[in-house]
């Protein structure tokens, strides 16, 4: 059975050294230290494993290790169409616990001179913040974690440590003197493996639903988009299908044949919601002594209008649309267009957060600017690009970390895999997201509320119903809108609420849509090998309002998520399509907002 291990890494480096960061400094500093989350400098955790990859090749040339033990412990780049390969060691970065000083504090300044004239080159000073004064030695210290057999974890760890002790210098201005690694201060610690798959449990003892809370050991990065040619920035909600992923690489590596028929249907079954951050806050008259769990960063309802007067409105309701109109025009107040979200200022969306009660999580964004390594383990040529990810702390205390939580649902997985599956999730995850965090998992157990958002808890009444997405979800198909006989949007959106509430009727709607393709359509090929469509992804904050269904089927929707639309032959899977609701996607809530106490001083024309 595969085990992993925490295995320590520390190194004491010689001031003056940089690991340059992309944060202004203070006036006149042209170069700042990078910085984790908590203000303390750091050696990132990319740089430590190009280290360790650099020292395992040296081992390689001189036959000590081979290239398929450095492919196994630091992955492989995709080759041929298919993905990239992690490896079974993951890296965190090192920090060092030594004061965070004000910029300016300890600083070196440098310059170049013109070969032909023996002077200061024009623009060509640099004045380098330092984190401790020339000649003091600076600890840093993290930790790797190894995945493997208790025997390849031992050999691991030795010839990891081996390759540590060969790293002369780190950072940014080597061939200057800077970042001399003090002699003997390359270190691991011991290593103490665990299985990955815990003892079998009972599944008598586990319930069918479980929640928990996430929180993690480094930034937050999933679900990662370009916001330019060679940004990325990752979400501040943690995808089921992220934690599924890695729930299912761990099963993998701890021996489970992922192709076992039980494993397999279990897998699939479960249902894991997306993970949204949370905070305790105090309210009046709550449980605990007043203290109110309440999630953050749930989406606006996209009905929501500012006035011209800047109140904030919603335009869902009926009763407003002139009768019998096949669409509508316009919406006004005191004779004025109101603005909907797309024209939206900061201002606006901070003020539209308050009317409606739903807080953002203002989580921190952390830029780390990455190149790729060529093959001489050097910097390859233009492939420069930046990762924006949120801040997994609360504040700038490294002991105060966020919490997100999801839940999990066994659905009709088999009861003994299912308790397995509980118990690997609680004792917790490796390599969430792009950046392979660790995720420390705490079973919730006292829940006041009957469902893990705190709103639309119950459908109750006979409707309308106000029906707002959180996650996204499938909800039409690229050939389907596509062509000449494509359906419009009101057409597909109308046609597929009649198909998930039978009966239903779609009265109102307001939603943006998203295109999921690349790798995603590629590897899926929901329409065959010879055609391509993206995924239409409907956004969280869609909402729309239903008509004529009951509030059975709306609350057996509330529990178990909208289903992806249906194709030719039936519901797709999970081959077919990655959106599912067992992967937290199509998550819906009633009533977000108050809809009826925003609907004043609104017509349409």
Not at 131 to 157: C, K, S, Y
Request: proline share 6%.
């Amino acid at each position: 059975m595969t085990h992993r291990c925490r295995v320590t890494i520390e190194i004491s480096l010689i001031s003056p050294f940089l690991m340059q960061g992309n944060e202004a400094g203070s006036f006149g500093i042209d170069a700042r230290s990078l910085r984790d989350a908590a203000g303390r400098p750091v050696v990132p955790a990319d740089q430590v494993k190009g280290l360790m990859r650099a020292g395992m090749a040296t081992l390689a040339r001189h036959r000590i290790c081979d290239s398929e033990t450095i492919t196994r412990l630091f992955g492989a780049a995709p080759t041929d169409g298919a993905t990239s390969q992690r490896g079974a060691a993951l890296f965190a970065d090192l920090v060092t616990d030594i004061g965070s000083s004000a910029d300016g504090a300890h600083h070196l300044t440098r310059i170049r001179i013109d070969e032909a004239t023996g002077s200061v080159a024009a623009g060509a000073l640099a004045d380098i913040e330092l984190v401790a004064p020339p000649g003091q030695e600076v600890v840093f210290r993290g930790h790797v974690v190894l995945r493997g057999t208790p025997e390849d974890i031992a050999r691991d760890r030795a010839l990891l440590a081996r390759a540590w002790a060969l790293v002369p210098a780190i950072g940014s201005y080597k061939s200057a003197g800077f970042g001399m690694v003090a002699d003997g201060s390359a270190r691991l610690g011991e290593a103490t493996p665990r299985p990955l798959v815990p003892p079998a449990a009972d599944g008598d003892a586990v319930d069918d639903r479980v929640v928990f809370d996430i929180t993690l050991d480094r930034p937050l990065l999933v679900d990662t988009r370009h916001t330019a040619d060679n940004i990325r920035e990752g979400a501040t909600v943690i995808p089921g299908g992220v934690i599924k992923g890695a729930l299912a690489e761990a099963l993998r590596r701890g021996g489970c044949r992922l192709d076992d028929p039980a494993i397999e249907h279990s897998l699939s079954a479960i249902r894991i919601s997306h993970a949204f951050p949370m905070r305790r806050q105090t309210e009046p008259g709550g449980d605990d002594g007043g203290a109110a769990e309440s999630a953050h960063d749930l989406p606006l309802p996209m009905s929501l209008v500012s006035r011209a007067d800047g109140e904030i409105r919603d335009a869902l309701l009926p009763g407003r649309w002139p009768e019998g109109a096949s669409r509508h025009v316009g919406i006004l107040h005191d004779r004025k267009p109101v603005q909907f979200m797309m024209d939206w200022k900061d201002k606006t969306w901070r003020e539209a957060r308050d009317e409606a009660g739903l807080p953002s999580a203002d989580m921190p964004r952390l830029e780390r600017v990455h190149t790729q390594i060529g093959a001489d383990h050097t910097s390859a040529d233009k492939l420069l690009f930046s990762e924006v990810a949120r801040s997994h702390l609360i504040g700038s205390d490294p002991t105060q970390h966020r919490r997100w939580r999801f839940e999990m649902a066994r659905n009709d997985a088999d009861p003994a895999c299912w308790a397995r599956l509980v118990a690997m999730v609680a004792a917790g995850l490796d390599g969430v997201g792009n950046n392979g965090a660790h995720a420390d998992m705490t079973r919730v157990t006292s829940l006041s509320a009957v469902r893990l958002r705190g709103r639309g808890a119950v459908a109750e009444g006979d409707g309308p119903w106000a029906i707002t997405l959180v996650t996204p979800a499938v909800m039409a198909w690229g050939d389907r809108v596509a062509g000449e006989t494509a359906l419009t949007t009101h057409a597909a959106y109308t046609e597929y609420w009649a198909e998930v509430l039978p009966g239903a009727r779609l009265a109102n709607y307001y939603a943006r849509q998203r295109l999921a393709g690349g790798y995603q359509a590629l590897a899926h090929r929901p329409f065959g090998t010879h055609t391509y469509y993206p995924f239409i992804l409907t956004e969280p904050g869609s909402v729309f309002l239903i008509e004529n269904a009951t509030a059975k089927d709306i609350q057996r929707r509330l529990n178990t998520g909208l289903p992806v639309c249906r194709r030719p032959g039936g519901a797709p899977d999970w081959t077919i399509c990655p959106f599912q609701p067992a992967n937290g996607y199509g998550e819906i809530l009633l009533n977000l907002v108050d809809h009826d106490a925003l609907v004043e001083g609104l017509y349409h024309v």
